[in-house]
């Protein structure tokens, strides 16, 4: 069941004759996740960076 | 036994203090499942003998219109839980699905669009499918700019909760729209009741793409939501505490 379907590795990324439409295709898939994920990280970060300036803010105004 | 399970959905806390930790594995497994899953589908599954390798892209299609269809049921149901018991995870849910929801809808688009070139002769035409999708794409960014016009977050949730549950009309739409109506779009390549059109040498890869995407949406939703958890309780305690730790 698993044999591979192309004669060489230059006529697996070739695809022939629709690898400039499948290709790109799996690279936005890559880039959509990689990048939601990367946007989430960084909100991530922002709100605890807030929490940071809010306590550091308070405790100047208790001292 | 009892409610309990459902009641700490109630405490952002116990939600962020768990969530990291499903977030890990569901990042993780659905990296493993997408590898393979994409490795299997674009090298291994035999040729279509029709559409030749253009149909590959299946294997990144169907898992993200399937996705795009299932977050907005699934933000539909976090509208409802929202309404009937008051719980603001649920508008948190709401809001990072919304976001990945419109992510998928967009792939699953231009995906569509891309695969339509070589088979259909061109990128779009204006089909029952392609329209009610491009529909819900709309719906998508309707709720997420509707939350950011709205300021107070209690009356922001309110307002999407509602377009949420109007737009649930059309998920049937989409979903018989290759029934209803003459299309050009195939009808369902996977369906529970019946026995798969392709060889299981197609579908299975298909599959295991299709619990990765899931998975992938899990963990992204799960981090947005961890996010908005924090800036929304930025005042309690228990985050000072833990920032403070930090």
Known sequence: MLEFQFASLAAF??????????????????????????????????????????????????? | MGWRWFHQWGSPRWFYERAGRWQLVCGWLALILLVVGSLWGLGFAPVDYQQGNSYRIIYLHVPVAFLAQAMYAAMAVCAVVLFVWKMKLADVAMQSIAVMGFAFTAMALISGAVWGKPTWGTYWVW?????????????????????????????????????????????????????????????????????PAMPASMWVPLLVNILGYYIAAAYLVLGSMRAIVLERERRATWVKELVGRA
């Not at chain 1, 690898?19 to 990048?35: A, E, K, R, S």
């Not at chain 2, 999407?160 to 729209?177: A, D, M, Q, R, T």
Request: proline share 4%; aromatic share 8%; hydrophobic share 45%.
């Open chain 1, 13 to 63: 990324f070739e695809m022939a004759p629709h690898g400039v439409y499948v290709w790109p295709i799996y690279g936005l898939g890559l880039l959509v996740i990689g990048g939601l994920t990367w946007v989430n990280a960084r909100q991530h970060r922002q709100a605890i960076r807030m929490v940071q300036r809010n306590l550091e803010r308070e405790e100047t105004h208790e001292s």
């Open chain 2, 127 to 195: 089909d029952a499918r392609l329209t009610s999708m491009l529909i819900l794409a709309f719906l998508y960014l309707g709720v997420i700019g509707l939350r950011a016009a709205i300021q107070d977050p209690d009356q922001a949730g309110k307002a999407c909760g509602i377009l949420v549950l109007v737009g649930v009309v059309n998920l049937p739409i989409i979903k018989y729209s290759v029934e209803w109506w003459n299309t050009l779009h195939q009808p369902a390549s996977l369906k529970l009741t019946e026995k």
